[in-house]
């Protein structure tokens, strides 16, 4: 299939990597010049505006920063639904609002364009190796036409609800790392200040019942204090500040959420916004100097 893809980063230039290796035909588009030189010594094609790269797909694929990017490349002046033609499928696969979801598949639908909202979760390893966890929110025959697509790109592929709700499971993933990487910080806190051996202490917490995916590829690097972006602290906390909008909509109280989304702030505030999330350990470490 000809896929466009709009959002060359940290996790959307591997997906792209991963199509053309599957033998599409992928035309990418970017604000930044040398991620479209990127794309196109990995086999794919690079647009010089959004038109471009929509006009000849027959999907395109968005993975952009926040609600304000997909808002822009989606509904601005010569974005997607300027150009798309009737029945393409977009399958946006930011981490944005539910309610963007919700009326980027309304306006999708007067345009004849099929709309979901598919975000992903598994991180920069997991867009390389195309194992990401992929929780999908629109109508069930527009998520069966995306299959073949998003089977490239991940190995858990799931179907959670209407439009919008795959952004709803992707706020509850993302509070539920953030406190893990909380938890595992103060682990390795507490662990150094009583003179156990870290690692040591880590590797059997990933062996047993607190066991998870973070410890298995984190703690190392956490013990060791490097912090290169896998996913950064900035985007982290715009994550937990859509999930304790989703609170408030939905009327529940998240005290942890909360507490989590506060311990992310402070991170930001800071100057950590460019690491990594685990480095919400320097956070609990300041706590504790």
Do not use: C, W
């Amino acid at each position: 299939m000809n896929v466009g893809f709009i959002g060359l980063g940290i996790m959307g230039t591997p997906m792209a990597a991963n199509l053309v290796r599957a033998g599409h035909t992928v035309i990418g588009y970017d604000v930044s010049t040398a991620r479209l030189d990127e794309l196109a010594e990995l086999g794919g094609k690079a647009a010089a505006s959004i038109g471009e790269a929509v006009a000849q797909a027959h999907v395109v694929i968005t993975m952009l920063p926040d609600s304000p990017q997909v808002e822009e490349v989606v509904f601005g002046e010569g974005g997607v639904l300027d150009h798309a033609p009737a029945g393409l499928l977009l399958i946006d696969m930011s981490t944005i609002r539910p309610e963007t979801s919700r009326r980027v598949a309304q306006a999708a639908a007067v345009k004849g364009v099929h709309a979901i909202d598919a975000p992903v979760s598994g991180g920069e390893k997991g867009a390389v190796d195309g194992t990401l966890s992929i929780m999908i929110g629109g109508r069930a025959e527009d998520v069966e036409s995306a299959r073949e697509i998003l089977r490239v790109l991940g190995t858990t592929i799931v179907h959670v609800g209407a439009a919008g709700a795959g952004q709803t499971v992707k706020a509850a993933n993302q509070l539920v790392v953030g406190g893990t990487y909380a938890l595992v910080a103060e682990a390795i806190v507490l662990l150094e200040a009583s003179g156990v051996d870290p690692k040591a202490g880590m590797d059997v917490l990933a062996g047993g019942l607190a066991g998870s995916r973070i410890l298995e590829l984190k703690r190392h690097s956490m013990i060791e204090r490097s912090f290169n972006p896998g996913f950064r602290i900035d985007l982290h906390h715009k994550d937990m500040g859509i999930a304790t909008a989703a609170a408030r909509e939905a009327g529940v109280a998240l005290p942890m959420t909360a507490l989590v989304a506060q311990l992310i702030g402070a991170a930001r505030a800071q100057g950590h916004g460019a690491l990594d999330h685990s480095a919400l350990l320097k956070v609990i470490e300041r706590i504790n100097s």
